[in-house]
């Protein structure tokens, strides 16, 4: 196999990959959260992994 071929295969996963995710669930940027959120009060919707347990 040459590394065009092993490129072009990973490339067609990928492909596979997000348009499955894309497929799964319609994108909604109204609910999605927010990329940036400095300094807007925001909290996170999930945890910290690097947060020590109290």
């Known amino acids: 196999m040459t590394r065009h071929m092993i490129a072009g295969i990973c490339l067609a996963m990928l492909g ?10 319609t994108p909604n940027p109204y609910r999605a959260p927010a990329a940036l959120a400095l300094g807007s009060g925001a909290a996170a919707p999930g945890g910290f992994c690097g947060a020590l347990p109290r």
């Open 16 to 25: 596979l990959i997000i348009g499955g995710d894309l497929l799964a669930v």
